[in-house]
């Protein structure tokens, strides 16, 4: 049979894609949860630092144009009251005008070097800006007395009210309850407002004497708007200590002058077409103490308040730190919880997967020895050698169960195949011995002839029928030997390895090409007859095979120092180096071998010879030849060499004779 053959190059199969592995999605699972409650932390932390920095900033800003602008504000409303008078009397002195137009223009230039303001603010606090870039016109037409008492206080009345305005915008600086608190703040400063407004209607009325009706009913108008602001939007949003500070003010003896004036005022009967009453100067004189009393007490608990609103924006940014820096350690312990609760679960869930791994690695490097051991008729207990894998009932465990089920269905798979090929072998040796008995008798038969005829023609056709009939004997005890039996060959004395090698050559089909030589006697014990004559016949045939006729196939054996070296040489040829490779690796360990699956193999051959060299304990070696052929090397060990003993007549039977007569019969054990 042959040794020599390629094997086909198979098909690579395209790349798979490349997965994830387990420990990486694991980690994902872990990561994204983490990095996303990251993200809505890292969202509510800058939400909660926006709303700290515009509450800061605003709160700067009011800070940084609060107090020009108040300034502005009062000064304008004082430069209102003495512009007015100043239209109503012109004899009037008009140093106190002048001096206090110094003190407007200085807080004008005091609020223009503070800078621009915020850019949300920007067109509120240009409206104020060409308001006051208005004021020299006003003093001009004052000066001039080219305008109306009332052209003038609406001229002035506009700019304050756009300076409210501003004011009011800056005073927005906190959210939720802050922004509430500042409500009776700006409410308050328009009631001073109106009460600055009714003090320079009612002056420029004690300036020229006389008041109309329709600036008395504008005073009507104005301690109306008093009375609303104060009662009814101030006070009752105030804290109780602070609406009494209003109340007692409200209620003094400057208010009480104040309104009791006003109803003298509004009491009078008018004449004439504009529906005039006369003002005295004892009730100006009178007015002008109540109002010089009651806007100190005005400006006292106003800024009392603003301390108090000053304060509650102090608490609020003080809040907003407070829930930005809570809000971020909750945020970052909630991650780092996770995170390890996460890497806790997903390790604890690793090490149950990859436990489940190993145990599965352990069934499959376990099960095929178990099986080995099962086809060569051990006793095995399965359940002490493959314990169930057990991880509980979750989906690892179901897994693990379906392992289990594999592991009983691989076993009693295999010991079905175990029975079934055993019981082929048997069939098969039963065949082939039943073969061999009968090619038995055909080679006796055919020695009977041979004993009995002299014609040469009819020998040379007897050799050649015993030649055939000794190479399927040889065929038949491969079935014997590939079915794990041992060939019925057997011999009771040592043999010459000589004859051992001319018996061999005697069973190959162009044994002329074979060249045999050996170094002395050398003797083998009778149990390493058969089987030698059986391997050397297939590494000659095989070499025989390969190579061209009319190439020699040498055959040499000698002495070394761990016993006899066999080898054989052809000129064919020769392998690949992983050809050599792979047979020398199945002659260091030949597998058992089953008939089926090697059926149409090309290398039978090559099992039949490992099979009979592991059972003799022999070394073969393939390697490449000088010639560009193969070399085999069969080491034969010193435990199957024998001493020398006399020759015995017809050691080894079967073969063509190599020269002259026929090869002596031996005598082997018959079967």
């Known amino acids: 049979m042959a040794l020599h053959a390629r094997t086909a190059q198979q098909p690579q199969d395209r790349a798979p894609k490349r997965q994830l592995s387990v420990r990486t999605m694991l980690l994902v699972l872990a990561l994204v949860p983490c990095l996303a409650l990251v993200a809505l932390g890292a969202m509510d932390s800058a939400h909660l630092h926006g709303d700290w920095r515009t509450v800061h900033d605003r709160n700067d800003e009011a800070k940084r144009f609060g107090t020009p602008l108040v300034t502005v504000f009062f000064n304008l409303q004082e430069e209102r009251r003495l512009s007015a008078a100043m239209l109503a009397d012109p004899k009037a002195d ?71 305005e501003l004011f009011e915008d800056f005073s927005n600086v906190g959210f939720g309850e802050t922004a509430v608190l500042t409500r009776p703040a700006l409410d308050a400063q328009w009631g001073q407002e109106m009460i600055s407004r009714e003090d320079a209607v009612i002056t420029a009325g004690v300036a020229s004497g006389r008041l109309t009706g329709e600036q008395r009913f504008q005073i009507a108008e104005m301690i109306g708007s008093q009375q609303h602001i104060y009662s009814d939007k101030v006070v009752p949003q105030l804290s109780d200590t602070r609406a009494e500070t209003y109340r007692a003010v409200l209620t003094g003896a400057d208010w009480k002058r104040k309104t009791s004036v006003e109803q003298s005022i509004l009491n009078a009967e008018g004449t004439g077409a504009e529906d005039r009453t006369a003002v005295s100067a004892a009730l100006g004189k009178e007015w002008r103490q109540s109002v010089t009393g009651i806007t100190p007490q005005l400006l006292g608990a106003s800024n009392a308040y603003s301390e108090d609103l000053v304060a509650a924006t102090e608490d609020e940014l003080d809040g907003l730190m407070t829930h930005m820096i809570v809000n971020s350690a909750v945020s970052v312990a909630a991650v780092v919880l996770m995170l390890v609760l996460s890497l806790r679960l997903t390790g604890t869930l690793r090490r149950r997967i990859f436990g489940l791994r190993a145990e599965a690695l352990e069934l499959q490097e376990r099960l095929p020895d178990i099986v080995e051991r099962l086809r060569k008729g051990e006793k095995v207990d399965t359940d002490a ?130 060249r045999i030589d050996t170094d002395g006697e050398t003797w083998l014990s009778e149990r390493a007859v058969g089987p030698m004559v059986h391997l050397l016949a297939e590494l000659m045939e095989n070499a025989v095979s390969f190579s061209r006729p009319p190439t020699p196939v040498e055959v040499t054996a000698s002495q070394v120092g761990r016993g006899i070296a066999i080898e054989i040489e052809d000129r064919g040829m020769g392998m690949d180096p992983e ?50 052929g193969t070399r ?35 005598q082997p054990v018959p079967g």
């Open 579 to 628: 050809q050599y490779a792979e047979a020398n690796a199945l002659m260091a360990a030949p597998p058992r071998m089953d008939v089926m699956s090697r059926a149409d193999d090309a290398r039978l051959g090559l099992y039949v010879v490992a099979r009979l060299a592991a059972n003799l304990g022999l070394t073969v070696e393939l390697r490449p030849s000088s010639f560009g």
């Open 632 to 666: 085999v090397v069969v080491l034969v060990p010193s435990e199957l060499i024998s001493a020398g003993q006399p020759r015995l007549s017809g050691a080894v039977t079967g073969g063509r004779p190599i020269s002259g007569g026929p090869a002596p019969d031996g």
């Open 385 to 514: 050698e493959l314990p169930e894998i057990r991880h509980g009932d979750d989906e690892l465990g179901q897994l693990g169960q379906a392992l289990n089920e594999a592991r009983g269905s691989a076993l009693e798979t295999a010991v079905r195949e175990i029975e079934l090929y055993r019981g082929f072998e048997r069939l098969l040796q039963r065949i082939a011995r039943r073969t061999q008995l009968l090619i038995g008798m055909q080679l006796k038969r055919l020695g009977e002839m041979q004993r009995r005829h002299e014609d040469p023609e009819v020998l040379e056709g007897l050799f050649d029928l015993d030649h055939l009939a000794a190479r399927l004997r040889r065929y038949e005890e491969n079935l014997v030997i590939l079915g794990s039996g041992t060939p019925q060959r057997r011999w009771r004395r040592p043999v010459l390895l000589l004859d051992i090698m001319r018996s061999a050559q005697g069973e190959v089909q162009d044994y002329r090409r074979i």
């Open 94 to 164: 008009r140093t106190e005008l002048t001096r206090q137009r110094e003190l407007t223009d200085r807080s004008v230039r005091n609020l223009v070097a503070v800078g621009a303001a915020p850019t949300a603010l920007d067109e509120p606090f240009q409206e104020v800006t060409r308001g006051l870039k208005k004021l020299p016109g006003y003093r001009d037409s004052v000066d001039r007395r080219s305008t109306y008492q009332q052209q003038t206080f609406d001229a002035y009345t506009d700019v304050i009210a756009s300076s409210m």
